[in-house]
């Protein structure tokens, strides 16, 4: 013999079902906690990568020396940004007095060296420090062995500076 089961029943799991579905999704816990005083469960994940999209690089250094060649009008104040090759951050330009220029500037690997300006710093073991230079008209100055800076010409308040590679 079969029996029939009356659509009321049906009803009643149907909905009961849809209840359970919609309460797993409330923001409200089963002990009656609000969801802010609960620990997040993340179950979200990452978008999947776009294989045509091409990562974007670190930023570079800009500016007119960023490439390490450079012949630039220079005033108190100016910051000159050079390759990280050159084992200096961006040289900043404190003073121009008479024909001299000075400089300082953030040290980015373990150690310095200055021919042809008189200058000093301080290093720390893990490369952090800087250095202060005072360079003048005339010869080009090497630092670290890589760069070549030469003060072309000092103005009434701005000077003309060369950077290059050494060599």
Do not use: Q, W
């Amino acid at each position: 013999m079969m029996r029939r089961t009356s659509s009321t029943a049906v009803a009643a799991v149907v909905a009961a079902a849809v209840f359970a579905a919609l309460t797993s999704c409330s923001s409200d816990s089963s002990d009656g906690s609000p969801a802010e005083s609960r620990p997040s469960e993340s179950r979200s994940e990452a978008p999947p990568s776009d294989p045509t999209k091409t990562p974007t690089p670190s930023p570079s250094p800009t500016g007119p020396c960023a490439d390490g060649t450079c012949e630039i009008k220079v005033a108190v104040g100016d910051v000159i940004t050079v390759p990280e090759t050159y084992g200096l951050g961006p040289l900043e330009v404190k003073a121009i007095n008479g024909n001299e220029v000075e400089l300082v500037a953030p040290l980015t690997g373990s150690g310095y060296s200055v021919s042809g300006c008189s200058g000093g710093g301080s290093v720390s073991s893990n490369g952090t420090g800087g250095v202060g230079l005072t360079c003048a008209e005339g010869p080009a100055a090497t630092l670290n062995d890589v760069m070549s800076l030469k003060v072309v010409k000092v103005l009434d308040s701005a000077a003309v500076l060369r950077i290059e590679p050494t060599g």
